[in-house]
């Protein structure tokens, strides 16, 4: 079988940013930031800032919906899968439901249950740990779900490969597509990673950025000579693809055609990144489309606003796209949004089709330092219009290892 | 007037799984209100947790008990205890 093309028909968030894609982007370009102090019941940590999602669940689901058994991690996953299909406006016939799948991606997974279950084990009693526990914390809770509310009998994964599972799931679920496994996939993934536990855990890499002192809205600073580490962020961002020619025959928007997908291993350190294996990545989604460097018009970054990333991804990016990579637009909207981890890539991912979209790049917030190491056009303070964007690069780069890079293109 | 161990029984299946407090009867049974074998254990956790007594562990007849059951299990309990369990935090 020749292999297929595949389309973005639908994207749907839960963002510290909110729910509407065309907000989201409104406020990036800005350059707002949804990034805010937290409030513990623990001694301070030594970082205590986060962009959470100002979430409230009943906007989302029907009151007889029993939300007491889903993490916080699959209510946002559901809800934001539900606004993706919404987005797309597809119905799913019988014949259509067992080539139709879910593609998840979770780094953490249900934080704030494990959290309570312990809490409950060594805290309180034992005895009282509700039934349904194992439910809510498996990592493919929320996938499953997905599956049932919409009735998708087909391939139904989940991905865990830290900070670049969300960008796995997109990747693989284009490939199943692309390969002829299945004609539609739900694709994308979440985390909700701001329970006092997994905060503290974060916190004790001495990774997280400490609040700066006179706005903590701008402590995450990617690509800045005084960039002091990553900011925990939470959300989900799921978005349809579809087989083209299917989509097309059903009168679909197609907001891109899914242009190249690279997956790679740094096989090096387990947190260290590696110029060699981020570049490979990119190396191999430009070589999956059939691209070069010269088709690459906007990249939104791993960019983390840690010492190391930041300068390797630039070397990386340097490595394998040469002068264009001075050329055009880079830049990275954790700085806005926080570090979703899992959820990350997935998030970027939309945030870049929707450059595409509206023809505009959104900012790296807070780079006024320059960093000599970091010598890239990274579109510091607020967005600029860039007519010209006919092809986005997304990168994802995980402790672990685990490298992806997604491409899209405009139809 | 206190509620009765019926009306808190029919409050917390009515609040966790929608089901009218109409069709609550003494004599419906648990999966005749639509619960399945998740839901059941789910259910009689709360109600365990709502009358702090711990229901016997006998799954097999959790099917087909009645909420009559469920009410002369929780009344022979607390009786039996006398109020101790009442006052375990």
New interface residues.
Partial sequence: MTARRVVVTGLGIVSPHGSDPEILFGRLMKGESAIAKMCFDVPRPYSNIAAAVPFEPTRHFP??Q?LE?LDRVSQFSIAAAAAALVDAGIKFTDEMRHRSGVSFGTGMGSTQTLEETFKQVFQRDP??V???TV?KVMNNASAGHIAIQHGLGGPDLTYSCACSSSAVAIGEAYRQIRHGYADVMIAGGAEAPLTVTFFRAWDAMHVLAPADPSDPSASCRPFAKNRSGLVLGEGAAMIVLEERESALRRGATIHAEMAGYGSSNDNEHITKPSVDGQANAMKLALADGGLTAEDIDYVNAHGTATLLNDVTETRALKNVLGDRAYQIPVSSTKSMHGHLLGGAGALEFVIALLAMRYRAVPPTANLEVPDAECDLDYVPGEGRAEQNIRCVMSNSFAFGGTNAVLIARRE | MMPTVFDKVQAVITKKFSVPAENIRLDSTLESLGLDSLDLIDALFEIEDEFNVRLPQDASGVRTATIQDVVDSIEKLQAADGGQQAGRA
């Fill in positions: 009151p007889q029993r058994n005895d009282r509700r039934p349904l439910l």
